[in-house]
Protein backbone atom coordinates (compact mmCIF):
# COMPACT_ATOMS: atom_id res chain seq x y z
CA UNK A 1 0.00 0.00 0.00
CA UNK A 2 1.25 3.84 0.08
CA UNK A 3 -0.27 6.15 1.93
CA UNK A 4 -2.77 8.95 0.56
CA UNK A 5 -0.40 11.91 1.49
CA UNK A 6 -0.21 13.10 -2.17
CA UNK A 7 -3.47 12.07 -2.85
CA UNK A 8 -5.84 14.55 -5.27
CA UNK A 9 -7.55 14.41 -8.72
CA UNK A 10 -5.25 16.13 -10.76
CA UNK A 11 -6.63 14.94 -13.85
CA UNK A 12 -9.44 13.03 -15.46
CA UNK A 13 -8.72 9.69 -16.67
CA UNK A 14 -12.17 8.02 -15.60
CA UNK A 15 -16.02 8.75 -15.78
CA UNK A 16 -15.74 9.50 -11.55
CA UNK A 17 -12.48 12.18 -11.60
CA UNK A 18 -13.36 15.55 -11.78
CA UNK A 19 -10.74 18.20 -11.01
CA UNK A 20 -13.80 20.49 -9.67
CA UNK A 21 -14.85 17.45 -7.19
CA UNK A 22 -11.38 16.88 -5.06
CA UNK A 23 -11.45 14.25 -2.22
CA UNK A 24 -10.81 15.92 1.25
CA UNK A 25 -7.30 15.13 2.56
CA UNK A 26 -7.79 14.57 6.30
CA UNK A 27 -11.02 12.47 5.42
CA UNK A 28 -9.10 10.85 2.90
CA UNK A 29 -6.12 9.98 4.84
CA UNK A 30 -8.71 8.78 7.82
CA UNK A 31 -10.05 6.47 5.68
CA UNK A 32 -6.71 5.03 4.55
CA UNK A 33 -5.86 4.71 7.70
CA UNK A 34 -8.82 2.44 8.82
CA UNK A 35 -8.57 0.11 5.87
CA UNK A 36 -4.52 -0.28 7.18
CA UNK A 37 -5.91 -0.68 10.38
CA UNK A 38 -8.82 -3.15 9.85
CA UNK A 39 -6.22 -5.61 7.07
CA UNK A 40 -3.58 -5.20 9.61
CA UNK A 41 -5.44 -6.15 12.65
CA UNK A 42 -8.51 -7.81 12.11
CA UNK A 43 -7.53 -9.91 8.85
CA UNK A 44 -3.92 -9.84 9.89
CA UNK A 45 -2.04 -9.27 6.30
CA UNK A 46 1.42 -8.09 6.65
CA UNK A 47 1.54 -4.88 4.83
CA UNK A 48 4.60 -3.61 3.28
CA UNK A 49 4.54 0.48 1.83
CA UNK A 50 5.84 2.22 -0.82
CA UNK A 51 6.64 6.01 -0.47
CA UNK A 52 4.24 8.60 -1.63
CA UNK A 53 5.69 10.82 -4.40
CA UNK A 54 4.12 14.38 -5.01
CA UNK A 55 4.05 14.40 -8.35
CA UNK A 56 2.13 11.16 -8.81
CA UNK A 57 -1.56 11.62 -7.21
CA UNK A 58 -2.71 8.21 -7.77
CA UNK A 59 -0.06 6.43 -6.80
CA UNK A 60 -1.61 5.18 -3.67
CA UNK A 61 -3.64 3.05 -6.25
CA UNK A 62 -0.85 0.64 -6.15
CA UNK A 63 -2.94 -2.52 -7.53
CA UNK A 64 -1.87 -0.85 -10.62
CA UNK A 65 1.76 -1.36 -10.03
CA UNK A 66 2.17 -4.64 -11.79
CA UNK A 67 1.01 -8.45 -11.02
CA UNK A 68 3.08 -10.28 -8.58
CA UNK A 69 4.21 -14.13 -8.93
CA UNK A 70 6.00 -15.11 -5.76
CA UNK A 71 9.33 -12.96 -6.54
CA UNK A 72 8.55 -11.60 -9.55
CA UNK A 73 6.58 -8.79 -10.80
CA UNK A 74 5.45 -8.21 -14.28
CA UNK A 75 5.60 -4.11 -14.08
CA UNK A 76 2.85 -2.42 -15.62
CA UNK A 77 2.91 0.02 -18.42
CA UNK A 78 0.39 2.83 -17.80
CA UNK A 79 -2.20 3.56 -20.71
CA UNK A 80 -2.41 7.35 -19.74
CA UNK A 81 1.07 9.69 -19.02
CA UNK A 82 -0.43 10.81 -16.03
CA UNK A 83 0.04 7.56 -14.27
CA UNK A 84 3.43 6.42 -16.74
CA UNK A 85 5.28 8.73 -14.06
CA UNK A 86 4.62 6.14 -11.69
CA UNK A 87 6.80 2.96 -13.34
CA UNK A 88 9.95 3.76 -12.39
CA UNK A 89 8.94 4.55 -8.49
CA UNK A 90 7.23 1.41 -8.59
CA UNK A 91 10.19 -0.14 -10.48
CA UNK A 92 12.90 0.79 -8.25
CA UNK A 93 11.00 -0.11 -5.05
CA UNK A 94 10.34 -3.80 -6.11
CA UNK A 95 13.91 -3.71 -6.71
CA UNK A 96 15.11 -3.04 -3.52
CA UNK A 97 12.90 -5.18 -2.11
CA UNK A 98 14.30 -8.03 -4.21
CA UNK A 99 11.66 -8.40 -6.76
CA UNK A 100 13.04 -9.62 -10.36
CA UNK A 101 10.85 -6.86 -12.43
CA UNK A 102 9.52 -7.99 -15.37
CA UNK A 103 8.94 -5.68 -18.32
CA UNK A 104 5.88 -5.33 -21.14
CA UNK A 105 7.40 -5.08 -24.77
CA UNK A 106 7.27 -1.80 -26.26
CA UNK A 107 3.70 -0.17 -27.22
CA UNK A 108 1.59 -2.49 -24.81
CA UNK A 109 -0.78 -0.97 -22.24
CA UNK A 110 -1.11 -3.39 -18.67
CA UNK A 111 -2.21 -2.23 -15.49
CA UNK A 112 -1.34 -4.84 -13.19
CA UNK A 113 -3.48 -6.75 -10.83
CA UNK A 114 -6.28 -3.62 -11.81
CA UNK A 115 -6.95 -6.16 -14.53
CA UNK A 116 -5.51 -9.22 -13.74
CA UNK A 117 -7.26 -11.44 -11.17
CA UNK A 118 -7.03 -14.73 -10.78
CA UNK A 119 -9.76 -17.48 -9.60
CA UNK A 120 -10.31 -21.07 -9.27
CA UNK A 121 -6.60 -21.32 -10.61
CA UNK A 122 -7.66 -19.75 -13.93
CA UNK A 123 -6.39 -16.15 -15.01
CA UNK A 124 -8.61 -13.42 -16.65
CA UNK A 125 -7.11 -10.57 -18.21
CA UNK A 126 -10.15 -7.38 -18.20
CA UNK A 127 -8.80 -5.10 -21.28
CA UNK A 128 -10.07 -2.50 -23.34
CA UNK A 129 -10.09 0.92 -21.30
CA UNK A 130 -6.79 0.49 -19.73
CA UNK A 131 -4.86 -3.05 -20.73
CA UNK A 132 -4.77 -4.13 -24.12
CA UNK A 133 -5.98 -7.64 -24.64
CA UNK A 134 -2.42 -8.73 -26.60
CA UNK A 135 -1.04 -8.57 -23.48
CA UNK A 136 -2.51 -11.92 -22.45
CA UNK A 137 0.20 -13.29 -24.38
CA UNK A 138 2.95 -11.60 -22.77
CA UNK A 139 1.62 -13.21 -19.35
CA UNK A 140 0.74 -16.98 -20.65
CA UNK A 141 4.48 -16.42 -21.86
CA UNK A 142 5.73 -15.98 -17.98
CA UNK A 143 3.61 -18.01 -15.76
CA UNK A 144 3.24 -20.79 -18.47
CA UNK A 145 -0.49 -20.27 -18.30
CA UNK A 146 -3.72 -20.34 -19.94
CA UNK A 147 -4.67 -16.07 -19.95
CA UNK A 148 -8.77 -15.33 -20.47
CA UNK A 149 -9.42 -12.00 -21.86
CA UNK A 150 -12.87 -10.34 -20.87
CA UNK A 151 -13.66 -7.56 -22.62
CA UNK A 152 -14.65 -4.71 -20.40
CA UNK A 153 -17.89 -2.38 -21.99
CA UNK A 154 -19.01 0.11 -19.31
CA UNK A 155 -16.14 3.07 -18.89
CA UNK A 156 -17.40 3.29 -15.17
CA UNK A 157 -15.95 0.12 -14.58
CA UNK A 158 -12.86 0.59 -16.82
CA UNK A 159 -10.63 -1.95 -14.89
CA UNK A 160 -11.43 -5.67 -13.77
CA UNK A 161 -10.99 -5.38 -10.12
CA UNK A 162 -14.00 -2.64 -10.27
CA UNK A 163 -16.56 -5.35 -11.42
CA UNK A 164 -14.95 -8.97 -10.94
CA UNK A 165 -14.27 -10.20 -7.30
CA UNK A 166 -13.19 -13.67 -6.50
CA UNK A 167 -13.96 -14.43 -3.07
CA UNK A 168 -12.38 -18.20 -3.22
CA UNK A 169 -11.98 -20.90 -5.75
CA UNK A 170 -15.29 -21.27 -5.63
CA UNK A 171 -17.55 -17.97 -5.55
CA UNK A 172 -17.02 -15.62 -8.13
CA UNK A 173 -18.84 -11.88 -7.23
CA UNK A 174 -19.47 -9.59 -10.87
CA UNK A 175 -21.68 -6.84 -12.12
CA UNK A 176 -22.89 -8.76 -15.57
CA UNK A 177 -23.50 -5.02 -17.05
CA UNK A 178 -19.05 -4.11 -17.00
CA UNK A 179 -18.64 -6.90 -19.46
CA UNK A 180 -19.85 -7.85 -22.95
CA UNK A 181 -22.27 -10.66 -23.88
CA UNK A 182 -18.79 -12.96 -24.82
CA UNK A 183 -16.94 -11.98 -21.95
CA UNK A 184 -20.42 -12.77 -19.73
CA UNK A 185 -20.61 -16.52 -21.62
CA UNK A 186 -16.65 -16.89 -20.68
CA UNK A 187 -17.16 -16.54 -16.92
CA UNK A 188 -20.46 -18.57 -16.99
CA UNK A 189 -19.04 -21.00 -18.42
CA UNK A 190 -15.08 -20.86 -16.25
CA UNK A 191 -16.03 -19.60 -13.16
CA UNK A 192 -17.86 -22.40 -10.81
CA UNK A 193 -20.32 -19.97 -8.99
CA UNK A 194 -20.77 -16.80 -11.14
CA UNK A 195 -22.70 -14.66 -8.60
CA UNK A 196 -23.97 -10.95 -10.10
CA UNK A 197 -24.24 -8.13 -8.01
CA UNK A 198 -26.98 -5.05 -9.33
CA UNK A 199 -25.96 -1.47 -11.03
CA UNK A 200 -26.56 0.06 -7.48
CA UNK A 201 -24.54 -2.12 -5.37
CA UNK A 202 -21.08 -1.86 -8.31
CA UNK A 203 -21.28 1.78 -8.50
CA UNK A 204 -20.86 1.31 -4.68
CA UNK A 205 -17.21 -0.27 -5.28
CA UNK A 206 -18.36 -3.28 -3.42
CA UNK A 207 -16.61 -5.77 -6.22
CA UNK A 208 -13.24 -3.87 -5.36
CA UNK A 209 -12.78 -5.39 -2.29
CA UNK A 210 -9.69 -7.30 -0.60
CA UNK A 211 -10.12 -11.18 -0.10
CA UNK A 212 -7.64 -11.99 2.87
CA UNK A 213 -8.39 -15.90 4.10
CA UNK A 214 -11.92 -15.66 5.27
CA UNK A 215 -12.45 -12.04 5.80
CA UNK A 216 -13.98 -9.69 2.51
CA UNK A 217 -12.90 -5.72 3.15
CA UNK A 218 -14.81 -3.83 0.97
CA UNK A 219 -16.79 -0.32 0.63
CA UNK A 220 -20.12 -0.40 2.37
CA UNK A 221 -22.99 -1.26 -0.44
CA UNK A 222 -23.65 -5.20 -0.66
CA UNK A 223 -27.49 -5.95 -0.89
CA UNK A 224 -28.80 -7.86 2.17
CA UNK A 225 -29.50 -10.57 0.15
CA UNK A 226 -25.31 -10.24 -1.39
CA UNK A 227 -24.33 -9.86 2.39
CA UNK A 228 -26.38 -12.77 3.12
CA UNK A 229 -24.68 -14.89 0.44
CA UNK A 230 -20.94 -14.31 1.22
CA UNK A 231 -21.58 -15.10 4.89
CA UNK A 232 -23.07 -18.21 3.94
CA UNK A 233 -19.28 -19.04 2.11
CA UNK A 234 -18.11 -18.47 5.73
CA UNK A 235 -16.69 -15.08 5.18
CA UNK A 236 -16.61 -12.25 7.51
CA UNK A 237 -17.75 -9.01 5.84
CA UNK A 238 -15.95 -5.61 6.79
CA UNK A 239 -17.69 -2.76 5.21
CA UNK A 240 -15.60 0.57 5.05
CA UNK A 241 -16.42 3.74 3.70
CA UNK A 242 -14.26 4.98 1.40
CA UNK A 243 -15.91 7.45 -0.22
CA UNK A 244 -12.98 9.97 -0.93
CA UNK A 245 -11.15 7.27 -3.50
CA UNK A 246 -14.25 6.79 -5.10
CA UNK A 247 -13.96 10.73 -6.65
CA UNK A 248 -10.95 9.20 -8.29
CA UNK A 249 -12.57 5.98 -9.47
CA UNK A 250 -10.61 3.42 -6.71
CA UNK A 251 -11.65 2.06 -4.00
CA UNK A 252 -9.96 -0.79 -0.94
CA UNK A 253 -8.60 -3.36 -3.84
CA UNK A 254 -6.96 -0.54 -5.88
CA UNK A 255 -5.37 0.56 -3.06
CA UNK A 256 -3.68 -2.55 -1.83
CA UNK A 257 -1.30 -4.96 -4.14
CA UNK A 258 -0.95 -8.72 -3.52
CA UNK A 259 2.10 -10.12 -3.46
CA UNK A 260 0.58 -13.83 -3.24
CA UNK A 261 3.59 -16.73 -2.48
CA UNK A 262 2.29 -19.34 -4.84
CA UNK A 263 0.71 -17.94 -8.91
CA UNK A 264 -2.87 -18.64 -8.40
CA UNK A 265 -4.67 -19.26 -5.14
CA UNK A 266 -8.42 -17.84 -4.93
N1 LIG B 1 -7.50 7.34 -10.64
C1 LIG B 1 -6.97 6.04 -10.87
C2 LIG B 1 -6.97 5.76 -12.37
O1 LIG B 1 -7.89 6.16 -13.04
C3 LIG B 1 -7.75 5.00 -10.13
C4 LIG B 1 -7.17 3.62 -10.22
C5 LIG B 1 -8.03 2.56 -9.64
N2 LIG B 1 -7.36 1.32 -9.63
C6 LIG B 1 -7.91 0.11 -9.83
N3 LIG B 1 -7.17 -0.93 -9.68
N4 LIG B 1 -9.16 -0.03 -10.23
O2 LIG B 1 -6.07 5.15 -12.90
Redesign the pocket.
Known sequence: MSRPEYFRVAYE??PW?RISHQPNLKKSARQWQELLKVLTRDAKVKVSLVPPVTSCP?LV?T??AGFISGREILASRFRYAE?RKEEPHFRRWFNRQGYRVRNIPQGIFFEG??DLLCHGGQLFLGYRFRSESKVHRVISAWLHERVLPLELVDKRFY?L??CFLPLNANTLLYYPGAFDAYARRVIQSFAPNPVAVTEKEAVKFVL?GVVAGKTLVTNEGFSTKTKRMIRSQGFRLIELDLSEFHK???SA??LTLYAPARRCDR
Open positions: INMDFANREGHDTNSGGKC
